[in-house]
């Protein structure tokens, strides 16, 4: 097979598939989700709740039934806090923000997030959820979240690497991190997404990959990196390790199935009771498996009736069409928007960047996709989509610039279309197109995690107040799931 590089380099490689990466290892642990629930029942200290900071919306499809912030003030943690939940989660959108701003709002956040917890007297950990394909504020986010705590007396002792999301087909093997092309397991420096404008890397061990990203700072030398086997069946080696690490260590053990993070949680469970403190660097299924929730099962459109049936009477004319926004760029979000225009007949309409982007056409070319798009909603649904050819500056900063004003775009055309209909559905496709599509296109500031679409991907979300009370509101990453995806998830919606 050929394969990109990060640096422009393509060779032939020969990569494996699930079975050959594993085949030297022991098998997957027998570890429930039950097991879980009992540590936590049985810790001498209650389990903290954990804030987590999601640097785009899509850490949600991996939990249910949790409380998500797309606020935070003072005022919205005591709101969530007050639902007794195990987590909450925190859109904060970083990943589309320059590291500035990306400080900024994580102080806010954290400081906010302990001030209404000491309030409380409530106990909190704190997790970064971040892309599983390694893209993001690292270390940046660790560290200020580390330096907020500090300054109220906790220390950090350890910061835990898990990106894992197997159901993804993204797993840390060997200490190597990959991403499933296909049917086979690449290491993830040798995919698009080492390529990224913004976040991009060239190494693919996860202790060198914190090397590299923190400009040598943390040597790979540094880097605990528990192998597969001692997750799989040295539970009390694992445990010694996390309590070993101290002055923000970091961590990165090997995580290749459920099972795998059932036994990380378990260890850390045990860590944390004996004093350990931790901030988690975590792909979407971690904080699943640390709270005891079992995966569950993908919503019907009989579950989504009962939420449009919450809607009270809307203000706005309900039309019959569900609107699917479409905002990421990666290869398979394009596949999966052409198989859906292929098996689903949906009135399509094109936000061209080239055109958002230049402030004198801007606004004429938003507004007549606007009410293109109003009036065919009222017959059926409806694709808004920016166009294919992605458009990036000179340098990272550049590029950002150009996201914010693309996404912006976006934002505007969904709240414009929102405020005059009730669809019977938003489907978001992209990380910060779900994120800003909820906060400023629908605002939304509260939301319930209801459940995923597909098994183990792809959020349903239940807002508490703005322009989508009642609307089933869906947060679809850019880089999961087949090229059928999209067709499938669209289906059930219309059903």
Known sequence: MLCAYANGDVKEIVVPMYEELLALYPPSPSFTADDVRTAIKARQHPDPVFIVLDDDPTGTQSVTDLPVLMA????????????????????????????????????????????????????LAFATRSDSTLRGHFPLEPDTIAEVLASFGQNVDGVVL????????????????????????????????????????????????????????????????????????????????????????????????????????????RAEDQGQHFIYRVGPPFMRTRIGQEPRAPLTSQDVMRIRD????????????????????????????????????????????????????????????????????????????????????????ESLDISRRVSDAVVETIHRIVEEVVPRFVVAKGGSTSSDGAARGLDIRHARCIGPMLPGIVSLWAAQDGLAQGVPYIVFPGNVGTSASLTEVVRTLER
């Open 72 to 123: 935070w003030d003072v005022e919205d943690f005591q709101w969530a806090l007050a639902e007794h939940a195990p987590a909450i989660y925190v859109m904060t959108n970083s990943r589309s923000l320059d590291p500035h701003e990306a400080r900024r709002i994580t102080i806010e956040a954290v400081t906010n997030a302990v001030s209404a917890a000491q309030d409380l007297d409530v106990t």
């Open 162 to 269: 898990v990106p894992a999301f197997p159901e993804a087909g993204r797993i840390t093997v060997g200490g190597t991190h990959y991403a499933r092309v296909g049917k086979d397991y690449l290491p993830v420096s040798q995919t698009e997404f080492a390529r990224d404008a913004t976040f991009g890397y060239k190494t693919s061990p996860l202790s060198e990959w914190v090397e590299e990203k923190t400009g040598g700072a943390i040597p790979a030398s540094t880097v605990s990196t528990p192998s597969l086997t001692k997750v799989r069946t040295d539970p009390e080696g694992l445990a010694g390790d996390l309590s070993s690490l101290a002055n923000r260590q970091v961590i990165a053990p090997d995580i290749a199935a459920e099972e795998d993070l059932r036994a990380l949680s378990l260890a850390l469970i």
């Open 310 to 397: 919450t809607s009270g009477t809307p203000q706005r004319p309900t039309v019959p069409g569900g609107l699917v926004v479409v905002g990421s760029h990666v290869a398979l979000t394009t596949s999966q928007l052409d198989d859906l225009r292929s098996h689903v007949e949906l009135a399509r309409f094109e936000i061209d960047v080239a055109t958002v982007i230049d402030p004198d056409a801007r606004e004429k070319h938003i507004q007549t996709v606007v009410n293109e798009a109003i009036a065919a909603l009222r017959q059926g649904s409806v694709i808004i989509n920016t166009s294919r050819r992605l458009v990036v500056g000179a340098g990272a900063d």
